[in-house]
C-alpha cells in the first residue's frame, strides 16, 4: 500500500496564497487533490498523470497550479487568490496506475485514484 500524508493547510485570508504537500510512501504514477466542505460531496480539485498531463477544476483553474518533486515523492498544490469558498478539507489521491480519465474529462471522480490521504483543513475567511 502507498501512505499519503498531506501537510500546509492553515486559515488564511481571502486573497492570500497556501501551498499544500502531499508525501507518499512509494512511487506513483497520478496523483490528485480533492476537497471537501461541510455538508457538501467531495470534489476534484486537480489532478495529474505520469505523462505530465494534468487536469483543474473549473472553479480553480487560472489559481492553483500543481507542481511535483519525484525525488522527494511529493506533490504540492499551490493555491493563489484564495477565496472563501475554498474553504474545505483538503484530500491527496493517488495510484499506482495513470488515470486514463484526464484524457476524457471524467477525471474527479473518487474512484479513479485507490490511495488517500486523511486531510489538511484550508480555512478563508
Known amino acids: 500500500d502507498v501512505q499519503l500524508v498531506e501537510s500546509g493547510g492553515d486559515s488564511v485570508e481571502a486573497g492570500g496564497s497556501l501551498t499544500l504537500s502531499c508525501k507518499a510512501s512509494?512511487?506513483?504514477?497520478?496523483w490528485a487533490w480533492f476537497r471537501q466542505a461541510p455538508g457538501q460531496e467531495r470534489e476534484g480539485v486537480a489532478a495529474?498523470?505520469?505523462?505530465?498531463?494534468?487536469r483543474f477544476a473549473d472553479s480553480v483553474k487560472g489559481r492553483f497550479t500543481l507542481a511535483q518533486d519525484n525525488a522527494k515523492k511529493t506533490l504540492y498544490l499551490e493555491m493563489n487568490d484564495l477565496k472563501v469558498e475554498d474553504t474545505a478539507m483538503y484530500y491527496c489521491?493517488?495510484?499506482?496506475?495513470?488515470?486514463?480519465?484526464?484524457?476524457?474529462?471524467?477525471?474527479?471522480?473518487?474512484?479513479?485514484?485507490?490511495?488517500w490521504g486523511r486531510g489538511t483543513q484550508v480555512t478563508v475567511s
Open positions: 489521491a493517488a495510484d499506482r496506475w495513470d488515470c486514463p480519465s484526464l484524457n476524457d474529462g471524467n477525471w474527479a471522480a473518487s474512484r479513479n485514484f485507490g490511495y
Open positions: 495529474l498523470n505520469s505523462d505530465g498531463k494534468k
Open positions: 512509494s512511487g506513483t504514477n497520478s
